[in-house]
């Protein structure tokens, strides 16, 4: 996929190519739920069912991002998840990695140097 080709903010150009260029992506999908906003994006994984992270430039300064976690529903022990923040606004580039790196369970790329 060309990145620089998605009808989508540059700051999510940035992002994507940066999460590419670090992690394995093969497994991530972009949710349709946003497909028609310039300035946000849904990243998921399908064989992690529930788990997507919503990206937004919406309402941020220039270079920083919002984020929005989602996770499957509770099970019949409950959510261990409760006290997990969620949504988080004005963070950096290289903390959305993190975060995303994390809730999606990326692997870090065999073509990182």
Do not use: C
């Not at 150009?13 to 670090?22: C, I, R, S």
């Not at 529930?50 to 990206?55: I, R, T």
């Not at 529903?73 to 903390?95: H, Y």
């Amino acid at each position: 996929m060309n990145i620089w080709a998605l009808s989508k903010d540059v700051f999510l150009k940035h992002l994507l190519l940066v999460v590419a260029e670090q992690y394995e992506t093969d497994g991530l999908e972009f949710s349709p739920r946003w497909e028609n906003d310039f300035h946000a994006i849904g990243l998921n994984r399908p064989d992690l069912p529930g788990l997507l992270a919503h990206v937004y430039t919406h309402g941020q300064s220039d270079g920083n991002y919002a984020v929005q976690l989602e996770f499957p529903e509770p099970t019949a022990a409950g959510n261990m998840l409760t006290a997990v923040p969620t949504e988080k606004e004005e963070i950096s580039l290289k903390s959305l990695v993190d975060i995303l790196a994390v809730h999606l369970e990326l692997e870090p790329s065999s073509k990182k140097a």
